[in-house]
């Protein structure tokens, strides 16, 4: 999770390519003009140990935008495949 938050941060497309799982990644991955992502912080995991197969994550990330902030609060899913984490999909809270 920790991972994909920078690469959005820094609008590294590529990276979030690879590390969505083909059944749902988006055909392209536009970021928001003046978007800046500022923090994130992990409030629960369950799963997504060094022996499991999928995990959750549940994240709020803050971001400033044109003088106004915010946050954005999802409960991600992940699936390990070939040794990697990919991200599957999440709910927003």
Known sequence: ???R????AIEDA????VSWHPST???SIEF???LHWRRLAIVDRV?????????????????????T??????????VREDRR???LDGEVQ
Do not use: I, K, N
């Not at 938050?5 to 959005?8: D, L, N």
């Not at 590529?14 to 390519?17: E, K, P």
């Not at 799963?47 to 003088?67: C, K, R, T, Y």
């Open 32 to 34: 928001e003009p003046g």
């Open 14 to 17: 590529r990276y979030l390519h």
């Open 1 to 3: 999770m920790r991972s």
């Open 85 to 87: 984490w990919l991200y």
């Open 47 to 67: 799963a997504g140990g060094p022996f499991d197969d999928e995990g959750v994550v549940e994240f709020e990330a803050f971001w400033h935008q044109d003088g």
């Open 25 to 27: 990644r988006p055909r």
């Open 5 to 8: 938050y920078t690469a959005f």
């Open 69 to 78: 902030r915010g946050s954005l609060r999802e409960r991600s899913r992940f």
